[in-house]
């Protein structure tokens, strides 16, 4: 190796020799001036054989034009205007059905923290899809429920087979589990205001809420009914607020500790493709945050207040979709690490954590259970 003192020499000796008659003949007041002497890098050149100009690799970048690496350009990171798949009436709305459960044994060897014995949980959305099989976990967790949904037949009908269920698959116990439906639009105050008065009334008081009411649509942004998109955020994102302030009033004026889940979506972080989405992308970012800033708001008040976002989840309205749409199945899942969709049932156990005194040192935090979608 060279020693510091030798190179410092050769180059102040290399740097003499070269220097232009013009500079050394100022050298002597311009030397102090300079720390070291100038330099200069030879600047490398392209391969131009491996490398040519707008070739298979440049045209991958922004030196080539639109479409100068083919078809391919962005195919898998966006959306696809031609996908229109509105929200289904009524009508047309396919039943979620009532999960079976394991029943019996499988209580004993659950830690008692995650238990919701005695306690009355509202769960919005209640009478389909996640909401319904969400509500079937709290029951199975030993809570009362109030079913709230806009359908309330529905809700009346799935209130039946939820206890239904519990009786036949906990043979013997005598105390069953009393589940109720209500109706309300989640958008208007005081259709909100009526329901939880009334649910009070039954159940004598509100410990927990699951704000599950919500739906989504396929539009492109420019192409989106301007109503449609007032509806879909009236109920993801008003109702959210709506149920979750006046729970919150009621566990106030009792001096009482509670537990808030919302339901987001990994759409509060991510753009879903090939599908247009805009406004329940939006929407579900507001849920996501209105868990943080009511959990920063209501923590001195002992009411925590977190937030699930599911993936895509295999409900009876996704199956209808897919099968009307079997292209996207495939797409969905490509995008996936884990490779496929969630069932319903794989929401149970976190909304059960996070109503439970498990999750007591949580508030305003989210869980994913996207099967890993947003990591990539």
Same mark, same amino acid.
């Given at each position: 190796?060279? %020693? ?33 002497? !100038? ?17 298979? *690799? ?19 990171? %966006? ?29 004993? %060897? ?21 909401? !319904? ?39 013997? !116990? #005598? ?29 004598? %008081? ?6 599950? /009411? ?18 879909? $955020? ?11 302030? &006046? ?42 945050? *209105? /868990?943080?800033?009511?959990?920063? #708001? $209501?923590? &001195? ?12 989840? *295999?409900?009876? !309205? ?13 797409? $969905? ?21 996070? *109503? ?21």
């Amino acid at each position: 190796m060279f %020693r510091p003192t030798i190179t410092r020499q050769a180059l102040k000796a290399l740097n003499t020799s070269t220097r232009p008659s013009a500079f050394a003949a100022s050298s002597s007041s311009l030397r102090s001036s300079f720390v070291r002497p !100038l330099s200069s890098s030879i600047p490398r050149t392209k391969d131009n054989k491996k490398y040519p100009k707008n070739g298979f *690799l440049e045209s991958a970048t922004t030196k080539a034009p639109q479409g100068a690496s083919g078809e391919q350009e962005g195919k898998y990171a %966006r959306t696809d205007e031609d996908i229109v798949i509105p929200y289904p009436d009524d009508a047309h709305m396919p039943a979620q059905p009532i999960v079976q459960g394991r029943g019996g044994m499988h209580f004993k %060897r659950t830690l008692a923290q995650f238990s919701l014995e005695n306690k009355v949980t509202v769960v919005t959305g209640g009478a389909r899809g996640l909401g !319904l099989v969400m509500a079937q976990a709290i029951v199975a967790s030993g809570s009362d429920i109030a079913i709230v949904d806009l359908n309330k037949e529905e809700a009346e009908t799935q209130a039946k087979k939820l206890v239904d269920t519990f009786r036949r698959e906990n043979p013997g !116990l #005598e105390q069953m589990p009393k589940v109720t439906a209500h109706y309300s639009d989640v958008s208007n105050p005081d259709s909100v205001n009526a329901s939880l008065q009334e649910i009070i009334d039954q159940h004598g %008081r509100i410990d927990s809420l699951v704000t599950s /009411a919500g739906f989504t649509e396929n539009f492109d942004a420019i192409s989106y009914p301007y109503d449609r998109m007032q509806k879909l $955020w009236g109920v993801v994102v008003d109702g959210t607020y709506l149920f979750s302030t &006046g729970v919150a009033k009621h566990l106030m004026e009792r001096n009482a500790s509670g537990s808030i889940v919302m339901i987001g979506s990994m759409s509060s972080s991510i753009v879903n493709i090939p599908q247009p989405q805009a406004p329940y992308n939006a929407a579900k970012a507001a849920v996501r945050h *209105l /868990a943080s800033s009511f959990g920063v #708001e $209501w923590a &001195g008040s002992n009411i925590r207040v977190n937030c699930i976002s599911p993936g895509y989840m *295999l409900t009876a !309205l996704t199956r209808k979709i897919l099968d009307e749409n079997p292209d996207l199945r495939e797409k $969905w899942t490509s995008l996936i690490p884990l490779g496929k969709m969630g069932d319903p049932e794989d929401l149970m156990g976190a909304v059960i954590f996070l *109503l439970s005194d498990a999750s007591r040192y949580m508030t305003g935090a989210e869980i994913r259970v996207d099967g890993g979608y947003t990591l990539t």
